[in-house]
């Protein structure tokens, strides 16, 4: 698929619009006069008054055509209506119905949430989203549900507050679909000790920007990865480092990512709870054990069942649990059964996420064809048509690249049993300290600016050049101590 640009190099936006419709990769040509095969064109010429937009697609011998004239004082709004041609066309051809419409940004609800604080009630948040980005009525009505659950959650907020990000980057296995930067618990077993001392030092430094910046901490993640993959002992010393160069009292929220069932033993749920984590999420992704096995678990459902009912006798009151549709081999019918385990399990909060391609994982390298006519879609709907009727409320919702259909992430929970963690990284109102590989610091200035520092991403490279890496949170002091 190639794509023309006419007078204008709005390629970004361009691109993301015909992801909606055609995944994979395009050539890109440049005021060429002509192209054969499939083609998405555009093109802007500017006349003594006015500017003239047009689109024309070609795709598998289909074509479709759009012009729009645009008065010269609204050339901004260029780029936008260019897509919105290109958008219309390729939705003609396709007869294909972007969920988010034109909207290709990853916090679809922030967008509804300015809106509702400008003043404007539902059905005009409705209008003003329908007509500039096509955004489908379902979606409008679930960014709406999730905007006003999050509103009074957000002004919680307290000036001065952050959230603290743990990363244990190990796994017992790596999941076929993943593209995270995990690492399986055999091949790097040498390095976890030393990874566990230099996240215990990078824990103290945090500490003590805390205490010198007067900064209360009000939630803490440690995710992963697997944070349960590395032995009792050793996430033990993490979380007393912690609570030894912390002042944790001030915490809301304390959530453990146990993930993966087969690594949740009873030693370390209770050191989890001892040290004061009080949600963990255990994911099985499916329950469905041959879509298990596909995905390169070593876990059955019967094993999830299990880790979930040893979590409960323990004691946690809070558990999330991870489900993903579209995984290759799953149907509709297995993941209603998916559904229906879990519910029965009762936990506190269900996120339903969407398989992403990403090309670093596995799966999308070996089995690309395994995402032709992926239920996905209608899986995403099914949860969010059971699970509000059975009293679980979405409230985060996010969009990745490379989602199949371009659908979302929905995380649905009880009344109150919400991550507050996952809303306020999502809606970027708080400043993030992460600690550990691939962790990245969040700091918004007092105009509201982001900075971001990232780790090293690999534990060698983080134990290597702990020093140098500890050099750069000279920032936080800077942008913080304003
Ligand atoms: S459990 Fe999560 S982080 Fe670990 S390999 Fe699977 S998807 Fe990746």
Known sequence: MKILFKGHQFKYETEATVKLFIPGRFEFLYDAVYADGDIVCSQLRRGRENIYLFASCRVSGKRARKALKLPKE??????????RLVFECLKKITGITPPWGLLTGIRPVKKMTALLESGLDKKQCFEALEKKYSVTQRRLELAYDTAVYQMPLLKSVKSGSISLYISIPFCPTRCSYCSFVSHSIESAKKLIPDYVRALCREIEIVGKIISDLSLSVDTIYIGGGT?????????????????DNIDISSVREYSVEAGRPDTMTEKKLEVIIKNGAGRISVNPQTMNDDVLKRIGRRHTAEDMINAFKLARDIGFKNINTDLITGLPGDSMESFKDTLSKIRELDPESITVHT???????????ENIEAFENNPAAKMTEYAADILPA?????????????????LENIGFA??????LYNIFIMDETQVILGAGCAASTKLIDKNGKITRIHNYKFPYEYIGRFDELMKKKNQIYEILGE
């Open 74 to 83: 609204k050339e901004a709004l260029c780029e936008h209506e260019i897509c």
């Open 227 to 243: 944070p349960t993959a590395i032995e009792a002992s050793l996430l033990d010393i993490v979380m007393k480092a912690l609570s």
């Open 355 to 365: 398989l992403t391609l990403k090309r670093s994982a596995e799966l999308y390298r």
């Open 390 to 406: 059975a009293g679980y409320r979405p409230y985060y919702l996010y969009r990745q690249k490379n989602t199949i259909e371009n």
């Open 414 to 419: 009880k009344e109150g049993m919400e991550s």
